[in-house]
């Protein structure tokens, strides 16, 4: 189940270089030169509501964007049916690179966990970059007498069917990444769901339920304020935020990646001249001193693959959701 990402620095250090110099004016039918791109504001659409972390980089992000390019991008929230209302505008959008989306990780499990989509999470998009992702933290209760994960394995193994754990809903990362955990390490706890990844964190910290796997930036304040424990990172290498927690595959469950990771996507066949465009662009914004500060503070790490390695991470992680609900038999009709 591997997926890794590439992460900052050499890469992005001159990633642009070669795709700069390459840029050039599109042709139109009768030969001519067309307009430049872009010469009015650009729509970003993010398909959850206000607030949240994708939103936050999203904005981030626009304001960055809108300085380089001389254009405005303006964010507009449009939630509904776990990120599948907002993907379906742009899915079908006029291909002319002026309506966006800045998704996430649900854009590659929705295809499997619903019986009806109204757009294809591949074919009907094309590719930007990936552009920053972070971890998830593997967090118990203090009172838990766990002191490190294999701790907790060991614990649920002994008491099987006793602990739960908490997330922001069925179907959700935390949820899914959580009956992962539950596969590979043969242990059986209990699924509890909330109403969204806030009400999920207070009843950890209430005590109602024993462990939850929650967003870095949403749980590192509650584990430096001593009111969880966090027992390991969800990704492949140790987070910068927290260089002294172990991953999970270093606690002993190899083959366990799992990110909460932010991507630009365009409709399907805008010109590549513009998805290149808005690729360097992006990489160049994620460069600027605010945004690594930004990053940094959130606990993300700044990616910016090239769109072609987005393909690749997007198949690739709908095929590894789609196969964990296949085995656990979730399907929303």
């Known amino acids: 189940m591997k997926n890794r990402v590439r992460r900052s620095g050499v890469f992005l250090a001159g990633a642009i270089s070669g795709i700069a110099a390459s840029i050039a004016l599109p042709q139109t039918a009768s030969g001519g030169t067309a307009p430049a791109y872009p ?54 959008a006029v291909p002319d690179g002026y ?5 996430s990780t649900s854009h590659t499990i929705v295809p499997s966990l619903f019986a009806e989509v109204p757009y294809d999470a591949l074919k009907d998009f094309a590719p930007v970059t990936l552009a920053a992702s972070q971890p998830y ?37 935390p949820h899914l990444a959580g009956e992962q955990l539950k596969i590979l390490t043969r242990i059986d706890m ?11 964190l207070l009843a950890l910290i209430s005590g109602e339920v024993a462990m939850l796997l929650s967003s870095l930036s949403s749980t590192l304040p509650q584990v430096k304020a001593g009111k969880i424990r966090a027992l390991a990172v969800s990704s492949a290498k140790r987070s910068a935020a927290v260089p002294d927690l172990p991953t999970v595959a270093e606690s002993g469950v190899p083959d366990f990646e799992v990110l909460s990771w932010y991507g630009l996507l365009a409709p399907a066949k805008t010109p590549k001249i513009i998805v290149d465009k808005m690729y360097a662009e992006v990489i ?25 390695e987005f393909t690749r991470f997007i198949r690739a992680e709908i095929a590894k959701w789609g196969k964990l609900l296949k085995t656990l038999g979730v399907r929303v009709d």
């Open 137 to 173: 933290i593997v967090g118990v209760h203090p009172a838990l007498p766990a002191k490190s994960l294999k701790d907790l394995i060991a614990l649920a193994k002994s008491k099987p069917g006793q602990l739960n754990y908490a997330s922001g809903g069925n179907g959700t990362v």
């Open 99 to 103: 309506t966006l989306i800045m998704t």
């Open 190 to 200: 209990v699924h509890v769901p909330y109403k969204g990844g806030g009400p999920a």
């Open 39 to 92: 010469n009015k504001p650009i729509r970003l659409i993010v398909p959850f509501a206000p607030g949240g972390g994708l939103d936050i980089f999203a904005r981030v992000l626009a304001q960055k964007l809108g300085e380089r390019i001389g254009q405005s991008v303006v964010v507009d929230n449009r939630a509904g049916g776990t990120g599948i209302v907002g993907a379906n505008i742009v899915a079908k």
């Open 284 to 308: 160049n914004s994620l460069q600027t001193p605010e945004i690594k500060e930004r990053l940094a503070n959130d606990g993300n790490d700044p990616v910016g693959s090239t769109p072609e």
